[in-house]
């Protein structure tokens, strides 16, 4: 008699390189938010509790070379997280077709989502200051279970149904698409900086 684990839900996790380009990134986020006006016009309407440049600007890395570091960085850290899901490419290959910044202070948090239409998504943290917000991110099974029961306390963290990471500046976490997640609100003032990302496949 035996017990198998299936289905696999995996976090592909790196860092940025030693070097100037965190602080690189840093500036050209604040450059962003200082100038972007149809983001923050957006990031009003739509009640979200910081700056992101999601909805305004889609040329980021022409507006800084920091960017375009960041994402070949990002490129490779795919490509690796390709050969971990197993998957065949065949002749298409993996496009970082979107990036934005994301700047939350005191209070700010990102309710739970997934990214359609790509195939990875993720973000690069930037500055973290303690008490910043948590990524959380959750089963996808969790809509399904019906009448499952509570888990015990004691359950080890591959078996949860809500895994929490705390991550540090420098950090490039990275996911499958469909995964739900959210951001936790933060409690400290100083503000919690990210770039988080879109990968589909092109041919």
């Known amino acids: 008699m035996s017990t198998r684990s299936l289905f696999p839900t995996k976090l592909h996790q790196t860092r940025l390189p030693d070097g100037p380009l965190i602080e690189e990134l840093e500036a050209a986020c604040w450059m962003l938010e200082d100038g972007d006006a149809a983001g923050h016009a957006w990031c009003e309407r739509e009640g979200y509790p910081g700056y992101t440049s999601y909805a305004s600007l889609n040329d980021l890395p022409d507006r800084a070379p920091a960017f375009s570091e960041l994402i070949n960085v990002l490129d490779k850290a795919a490509d690796q997280f390709a050969k971990c899901l197993h998957w065949d490419l065949g002749t298409a290959r993996l496009t970082c077709d979107s990036l934005w910044v994301n700047i939350l202070g005191e209070g700010g948090h990102h309710s739970g989502h997934i990214h359609p239409g790509s ?5 690069c943290y930037i500055a973290m200051p303690p008490g910043s917000g948590d990524l959380k991110l959750e089963d996808p099974r969790l809509g399904l279970m019906m009448a499952a029961p509570q888990l015990l306390k004691s359950v080890p963290e591959t078996e949860n149904r809500f895994f929490y990471v705390s991550p540090r500046a420098g950090d490039v976490l990275m996911w499958e698409s469909w995964l739900r997640h959210e951001v936790i609100s933060g409690s400290h003032e ?3 900086i990210s770039v988080s990302f879109n ?3 092109t041919d």
Do not use: A, E
């Open 199 to 201: 990968y589909s496949l």
């Open 119 to 123: 195939v990875l998504s993720g973000t």
């Open 190 to 192: 100083d503000p919690r």
